[in-house]
């Protein structure tokens, strides 16, 4: 596995040289938004779809696209894994804590929209409640204020706000799978004897 730290500032200062202001965090946002709902996301479609969501005209520079195709791939073995690999894409622990709290706003922001894109004309109201709920509670995340006060309880409260989205991810992926095979169970032909 990629540790975070070792992406984030390299992917920020390669979307920075290519013009394009949105963060390594929301963009990793919605890659995991797109594989929750099993989204196809071979390298050009998954790079197409993130170059339409930032309104980037022509392709991605080489650096960039090798490294959102890394953290793809990182995503598809989290998500296809036990799930305890899945981790969000956001800045250095010691970066300062309002900085990281945006991050992690941008993350669930972009998770809505991969998720959007990827379950486009599903209606609310066929998705399972335990799906909802984590929708909910990544919608409510995505628009967080930044703390006034940086100290350990608020470090604290970062810490367990950003696992509680890290399992709403997964909370997601599972719920939509299981969606998935229920449709295809339902859909299948009854077998004869």
Known sequence: MTDSSDVFQPLADALGQAGVRHSPSELHGVLCGLLSTGMETEAPAMLGVLASHVDLTGNWPERVASLLVALRDEAVLAFDGDGLDLSLL?????????????????????????????SAGASDASLPPALQEAI?????????????????????????????????ALMVFTEWQLRARRQETAAAPATRH
């Open 90 to 118: 956001l800045p250095d622990d010691d970066e300062e804590l309002g900085l990281r709290v945006a991050a992690l706003g941008q993350w669930c922001e972009g998770f809505l929209v991969g998720f959007g894109t990827g």
């Open 136 to 168: 909910a509670d990544l919608a409510a995340v995505s628009q967080v204020d930044v703390p006034d006060q940086d100290g350990a309880e608020e470090e604290a409260l970062f810490a367990a706000v950003t696992e509680h989205c890290r399992m709403a």
